[in-house]
């Protein structure tokens, strides 16, 4: 009888197309799990598992912690689903976690909130050991403009100005709990807490601020970029290598 499994999920994105199904590839996160999945409950080939996650991310995005629920028919244990999927995963995913969920849990209808990290990196010497996992900025950004910027983003607004897909039809309105802007020597993270992201709107949103914080944003025009919901007022897509899903909140 088939059980409903929560699963927790670490990746490196830097070699996937994100995490849904693309056309033509087999590098998708979903993918690889989908199919060490069906390998493990002996599906005979043209049938696989589903595997459903908490959001989309995007080519080359990471995750510390992906939620993700799946229908198995097994007789392991969680602990030993998520010995298996490790053993034959490739090195840049792993499955923390593994638990028996209810069977109306849904992985992203379910989620109330997800946590976001931007990192950038602005110093002297290269980041060698980071360079897959920050943006190397050319100038360091004032953030006390970039905090005042941030102000205007916080709570309730249509986004559809932050979202890289202009053919959404779908509601672009998203509330931002807090955006949070840290500075460790030559690191500058972005923590962004909301019930929902649009696509590309955590690295819309980051470019924004640092045109902001290098004075070529006035933080005041962004209750206008907001209400002109136009793509092109707002700053830059920033690149994907600097941005991490480190949690989903349920």
Same mark, same amino acid.
């Given at each position: 009888m088939k059980q409903n499994y929560k699963l927790t999920v670490a990746y490196d994105g830097t070699r996937? %197309?994100?995490? $849904?199904?693309? #056309?033509?590839?087999?590098?998708?996160?979903?993918?690889? +799990? =989908?199919?060490?999945?069906?390998?493990m409950s002996g599906l005979p080939e043209g049938e696989s598992v589903t595997v459903i996650g908490a959001g989309r991310?995007?080519?080359?995005?990471?995750?510390?912690?992906?939620?993700?629920?799946?229908?198995?028919?097994?007789?392991?244990?969680?602990?030993?689903?998520?010995r298996y999927m490790n053993r034959y995963l490739p090195e840049d995913i792993c499955v923390r976690d593994v638990k028996v969920c209810?069977?109306?849990?849904?992985?992203?209808?379910?989620?109330?909130?997800?946590?976001?990290?931007?990192?950038? %990196?602005?110093? $002297?010497?290269? #980041?060698?050991?980071?360079?897959?996992?920050?943006?190397? +900025? =050319?100038?360091?950004?004032?953030?006390a403009r970039m905090r005042e910027a941030?102000?205007?983003?916080?709570?309730?607004h249509d986004f559809k100005a932050f979202c890289g897909n202009p053919h959404m039809k779908k509601s672009t309105v998203r509330h931002l709990r807090s955006i949070e802007i840290t500075e460790d020597g030559p690191y500058l993270r972005i923590a962004y807490q909301g019930n929902g992201f649009l696509q590309n709107m955590v690295r819309i949103l980051?470019?924004?601020?640092?045109?902001?914080?290098?004075?070529?944003?006035?933080?005041?025009?962004?209750?206008e970029i907001l209400e002109s919901r136009d793509r092109s007022q707002?700053?830059?897509?920033?690149?994907?290598?600097?941005?991490?899903?480190?949690?989903?909140?349920?």
């Open positions: 996937y %197309y994100g995490w $849904e199904h693309q #056309p033509n590839t087999e590098m998708t996160i979903q993918g690889k +799990l =989908e199919t060490v999945l069906s390998r991310t995007d080519a080359g995005v990471h995750a510390r912690a992906m939620t993700a629920n799946v229908l198995l028919d097994t007789q392991m244990t969680p602990e030993e689903i998520g209810a069977d109306r849990f849904h992985s992203r209808f379910k989620a109330i909130g997800k946590l976001y990290v931007y990192t950038c %990196y602005v110093g $002297e010497d290269k #980041p060698v050991f980071d360079r897959k996992y920050v943006t190397v +900025l =050319e100038e360091r950004p004032d953030t941030a102000e205007y983003l916080v709570g309730t980051t470019g924004t601020l640092i045109e902001a914080g290098c004075g070529r944003i006035d933080p005041a025009r962004i209750p707002a700053g830059p897509t920033m690149p994907p290598q600097g941005l991490t899903l480190v949690r989903v909140d349920y």
